[in-house]
């Protein structure tokens, strides 16, 4: 429940990428739909960092995946790992932090009995993806900004 609270707070986490004829798009998933299989492994303590890096080095479909993998090793009756594997197209280094204070936060107030409390967040991804655009333009605009990039490094 924790982990769909974090989901659903942040859309990056929901989405699928693609590239079609009209170019790269991004599709923000219900998080009903996004909403994919907690994986549970049980292993010992002996195996784990084997079995973490096999879990790291897994492969994202951006079409048909969302960029989060959650995997629950299990240990003992009382001890679990956590692990979550975050694609770099929906984060980064930086990012890694708010994340796990959002699952900590999420996981503390569902053993509480509560939803989050979180305030909304002002800005999303498809909200930079979208300044983004309108700031670099479109690439086949030879005037754009992102015409002059495309241009500079295809001929230099």
């Known amino acids: ?22 170019g790269p798009r991004q599709h923000v998933l219900d998080v009903s739909e996004a909403m994919s299989e907690l994986l549970v492994v049980d292993t010992t303590e002996a195996e784990l960092s084997v079995r973490l890096a096999e879990a790291a080095r897994y492969g994202f479909d951006l079409a048909t995946e969302t960029p ?19 694609h ?20 503390a107030a569902r053993v509480d009995g509560r939803v989050p409390g979180w305030a909304p967040l002002p800005v999303q991804y498809v909200d930079y993806t979208l300044w983004q655009h309108g700031l670099l333009g479109d690439e086949k605009d030879p005037d754009s900004l992102a015409g002059r990039q495309v241009r500079f490094w295809t001929e230099s």
């Open 88 to 107: 770099h197209i929906a984060g980064d280094g930086w990012s890694m932090g708010p994340l796990a204070r959002d699952v900590g936060e999420a996981y």
């Open 68 to 86: 989060l993998r959650v995997t629950l090793f299990v240990l003992s009756e009382t001890e679990h790992v956590l692990l979550l594997v975050l």
């Open 1 to 22: 429940t924790a982990l769909h609270d974090v989901i659903d707070r942040h859309e990056t986490l929901r989405t699928h990428f693609s590239d079609g004829a009209e």
